[in-house]
Antibody, heavy 118, light 106 residues
Framework: EVRLVESGGGLVKPGGSLRLSCAASGFAFSSYTMHWVRQAPGQGLEWVSSISVSSLYLDYADSLKGRFTISRDNPRNSLYLQMDRLRVDDSAIYYC???????????WGQGTLVTVSS | STELTQPLSVSVALGQTATITCGGDNIGPKSVHWYQQKPGPAPVLVIYRDSVRPSGIPERFSGSNSGDTATLTISGAQAGDEADYYCQVWDGSSAVFGGGTKLTVL
């Protein structure tokens, strides 16, 4: 079964840091670009970041302004998102996702909730 | 950069046809993808490359894209189709989502 499982979310104070993880199984993780997508409470979907198969190409949403760092560990079938200098408006469910079919996001994790609050 | 505009809400009577639009400057040449999200779970892909249904998606879901507007059509809407729907395109290597449309089945 193709599966993505996120972890690492929680409550953090503004200015703090958090590292999210995404464990992949059931497919050749090392062959696919991976993405993070977030959804603030009651809001729509927002693409956050992507990382190529070899970690050579990293992309981020302009709104993040260098506060987030995406990485991956192919032997461990794992994706990460290091989030620093967190702000209240970073509060969201964070999903990892990929395009196994090469077109659209056809695989999503269940998401992990990040709450930034004092 | 690409911006996608969706109506906030669409209502449809049970069994009738629902149409959800996604507007963007000349998005016709781009591939538009559509996701369904019910409360709680992650989004599910229902249409990709404008009009292709993934395996397991009912035939009542269809899509089109031309000019400045892409359209998701749900024929014979059922109560279980009530959800939020998002369109999405690729702008280079970045994904761009529409704001989402809440579909209510009356």
């Amino acid at each position: 079964e193709v599966r993505l499982v996120e972890s690492g979310g929680g409550l953090v104070k503004p200015g703090g840091s958090l590292r999210l993880s995404c464990a992949a199984s059931g497919f050749a993780f090392s062959s696919y670009t991976m993405h993070w997508v977030r959804q603030a409470p009651g809001q729509g979907l927002e693409w956050v970041s992507s990382i190529s198969v070899s970690s050579l190409y990293l992309d981020y949403a302009d709104s993040l302004k260098g506060r987030f760092t995406i990485s991956r560990d192919n032997p461990r079938n794992s994706l990460y998102l290091q989030m620093d200098r967190l702000r209240v408006d970073d509060s969201a469910i964070y999903y990892c996702a990929s395009r196994l079919g090469g077109e659209a996001f056809d695989i999503w994790g269940q998401g992990t909730l990040v709450t930034v609050s004092s | 950069s690409t911006e996608l505009t969706q109506p906030l809400s669409v209502s449809v009577a049970l069994g009738q046809t629902a149409t959800i639009t996604c507007g963007g400057d000349n998005i016709g040449p781009k591939s538009v993808h559509w996701y369904q999200q019910k409360p709680g779970p992650a989004p599910v892909l229902v249409i990709y490359r404008d009009s292709v249904r993934p395996s397991g998606i009912p035939e009542r879901f269809s899509g089109s894209n031309s000019g400045d507007t892409a359209t998701l059509t749900i024929s014979g809407a059922q109560a279980g189709d009530e959800a939020d729907y998002y369109c999405q395109v690729w702008d280079g290597s970045s994904a761009v989502f529409g704001g989402g449309t809440k579909l209510t089945v009356l």
